[in-house]
Structures are given as structure tokens and as C-alpha cells.
């Protein structure tokens, strides 16, 4: 059912690779973690307008907050009546609550799809995404679009040593199904690649959080709301990355990174677009 998520992202990893395993080496561990970050970009990249309109949403759900909160008070008892003037109220102004969430609800399958990928080029293990098969099955095993010899490629691809589709947390039997792809890898050396990736996504995500915060409009009413949201977004989030980092491979935590790094960059123009519109506004009033 998900192979409608599946394939595409394998095809637009596969393609990427081609590209950078054209000079870099196919084996090349870095023309490999390349791939999987130009992919992100990739994805973000046909994501950016729907981004800048989800933006504008928000930003337009801000204006109307003074008078939903008036309706709230006027009908906050009839939920029904309450739902109605709430729609007419935002049709009014061509608010389009849904535009806010299509990103982030496009993201979510893509992070799957792209983490089911990347773990089907190792299934010697058990669990989700894993068929038991032994490394000798494995390495002659198909990944969707990736043929075996690119599987193969995967396997014997090393990032500082690392290979990029296990994690720290990774079983004795899944790192020893790259004994005949540049030896079996060791907990710390998966460790030296695996922290530091976890601590620039920790980081990169807070700076993240505090640039949206900033440039959010505060409800004055609902400051525990707000005080909570916060400190998710600062602190919570964040140190996600570092807890769940022990048992993500490698290229998701690039995935993580990666896309952090696009996220940063989108705000700045995505922010530049609100204060235009903003500037474009305030000069047809006048």
C-alpha cells in the first residue's frame, strides 16, 4: 500500500546518487550521505511554496484571532453554531485552515517512506522493515529501485567509517552482515558519526524554534498555552533528537540535520514574503 511513498523516494535517492557516485565513486560513503541529503532538499524544494502559503495562513489566522475569540464568547456554548460562523468567518476572509497543516502532513510520510528505504538495504535483522534474511540473501536482495549491485554499494559504503544504514543500537547480527562489505563496524566508530549528527540536529532544531518563536504573534489570553508551546518547541523537541539518536541510522540523522539546515534557511525567506505582503498591504490602505 505504501509503495506509492516508497518508490519515488528510492527514485529521487537513486538519481541523486547517480550524480554524485559519478564522482565520487559509487562505494563512496560520501557520495552516499550526499544522496540521502540532497533528497531532503529535494522534497523541501517542491515543499517550499506550499510552505510560504501555510505561512500566510497562519499569519492570517493571527489577524482573525480577536474576533474568533469573540465568537467563542458569543457562542462558545453551541459548538455547532460556533463551527458555522467560525467557517463563514474565515471564507470571509479566504482562510484556508487545511493549507496550514499540508506540509507537515506531506512531511510525515516522506520521513517514513525515507526510513523504510534506507533500512530495507540491511533486513538481516528482525522487527518492522526487516525479513530475517541472512547477509548473503540480503546483499542479493532488491531495494525497490536500487538493483543488488546498488545494494551491495550501500552496504560497503562507509561515512568516517560508519556504515550509514546502522545505528548505535544496531545488533551484533546486524553489523555482521557487513563483514564482506568492508568489515564488521564497531558500536564506537558508529558512535563517533551517529553524536555528533544527534547534537547538530539538537542544536539546529532549538535555533529553529527560536527563530518561529520569535516571529510569532503572542496570545495574551492563553499565556500557559503559550509558555507550554514554548517550551516544547525550545527544549522538548530538541532534546528529542538526542534520545531517539541511539536508535536511528545514520543517514536519518543526516536526514535530520539536512533538513533542519533547509528548514533554517526557509524561515528567512518565508519571513521576507510575510513582511513584503505586510509592506504591500499597509500601502492599499493608504
Not at 511554496?49 to 464568547?73: F, H, N, S
Not at 525479513?131 to 536482495?141: D, H, I, M, R, V
Not at 541511539?246 to 539536512?258: D, E, G, H, M, R
Amino acid at each position: 500500500m505504501l509503495d506509492v511513498v516508497y518508490y519515488p523516494i528510492s527514485a529521487v535517492l537513486w538519481a541523486w546518487h547517480r550524480l554524485f557516485g559519478a564522482v565520487l565513486g559509487a562505494d563512496n560513503g560520501v557520495a552516499w550521505a550526499l544522496s540521502v541529503v540532497f533528497l531532503v532538499f529535494t522534497v523541501r524544494a517542491l515543499l517550499l511554496w506550499p510552505g510560504i502559503v501555510a505561512a500566510r495562513t497562519g499569519r492570517q489566522v493571527q489577524k482573525l484571532r480577536p474576533q474568533l475569540d469573540a465568537l467563542r464568547r458569543t457562542h462558545g456554548k453551541d459548538t455547532q453554531k460556533l463551527a458555522r460562523k467560525t467557517q463563514e468567518l474565515q471564507r470571509e476572509h479566504g482562510v484556508r485552515p487545511l493549507l496550514g497543516c499540508l506540509p507537515a502532513l506531506v512531511q510525515i510520510p516522506v520521513f517514513f517512506g525515507l526510513y523504510h528505504v534506507l533500512r530495507s538495504f540491511n533486513r538481516t535483522g528482525t522487527g518492522w522493515g526487516r525479513l530475517g534474511l541472512t547477509p548473503e540473501q540480503n546483499a542479493n536482495t532488491a531495494n525497490y529501485v536500487f538493483s543488488v549491485s546498488d545494494v551491495q554499494s550501500f552496504l560497503g559504503a562507509r561515512l568516517f567509517g560508519a556504515p550509514i544504514s546502522v545505528s548505535m543500537s544496531s545488533s551484533d547480527t546486524v553489523l555482521a552482515s557487513f563483514a564482506q562489505f568492508g568489515g564488521v563496524s564497531s558500536v564506537a566508530s558508529v558512535a563517533a558519526v551517529a553524536i555528533p549528527l544527534m547534537l547538530a540536529a539538537c542544536l539546529a532544531t532549538h535555533i529553529n524554534a527560536r527563530f518561529s518563536l520569535r516571529h510569532q504573534v503572542a496570545d495574551p489570553t492563553n499565556g500557559l498555552q503559550t509558555d507550554l508551546m514554548r517550551t516544547l518547541m525550545l527544549w522538548v523537541m530538541p532534546v528529542g533528537s538526542v534520545v531517539a539518536g541511539p536508535v536511528l541510522p545514520v543517514a536519518i540523522l543526516l536526514y535530520w540535520v539536512a533538513n533542519n539546515i533547509w528548514t533554517y534557511g526557509q524561515q528567512h525567506v518565508t519571513h521576507r514574503v510575510l513582511e513584503r505582503d505586510e509592506a504591500r498591504a499597509a500601502r492599499a490602505v493608504a
